[in-house]
């Protein structure tokens, strides 16, 4: 298990806005995320079949999009701190060709318990949310 | 035709999934994490929505309109490579919203008796 900051938690506040943080999405992450997790839906990598289904272009997988989240999480966390987490897919990411598209991510403290903290994260595409009700519970050890 | 019957239904996997040490690393390099010793937060997906995929292709959602609305894990303890995954998943709910199919399936996962995480997934097949 990776180290836990408790030292770092201890600067949390109710209300403490977290450091942002910037992740590039582009197809070649879409590809190597297919085969991670399994995923391969065309839609997340082939142009032509995702205009066919209506939509503008090639999107990233959701789970994705919450994978780097949990990235995000997972960093002001400490690995194995992170007790839930959940979010609702409101706009899909798209992602042209050649391109680097950036997933800006960012926490707010919602609460201090004695043993864990809840975040609200916003993570957003050219200023569009792309996640809603995004939440996570870390666990103060 | 979304089948309201299947709410309540439950699917357990009749073979353990086989968390590899190569497939935490793969997922974990893919998004980037640097810390390989257990499975990322949603790593659990790759288990959860394939053995889903049964309940929900019996739920009579329309396939090809469907999109991921919402995913929610909890984490109870950390998955490790050579961990023997057991899933099961309950239809939690189905209904029609504006024309919308929306079925929330619940996935619980197990190392032997001890449960290591649940999540839920909510699909939707678009009006």
Redesign the interface.
Known sequence: ??YFGLSRMSIFVTGAEIAPKN?IINRE?LV??A?????QNPIHQNEAFAQS?GLENVIAH???T???V??Y??EIAG??A????????VKPVVVPASTDVELLVSAKVLAIESNEMKIEITASCKGVKVLS?AKAVIAIR | MLNPDIVGRTFTSANTFTVTKESIIEFCTAIGELDFTAAPPTYTIKISLAESEVLLKESGLNWDRVVHGDQKFELHQPIVGGDQILCSSTVESARIVAGNEIVTVRSDLYRSSEHVASSWATLVSRA
């Open positions: 298990m990776g992740f992450l190597a995320y085969n991670a997790s399994g995923d289904v959701g789970m994705l919450m994978a780097l949990g990235r999480v997972s690995s194995g992170v007790k839930e987490f959940a979010a609702r897919f009700m």
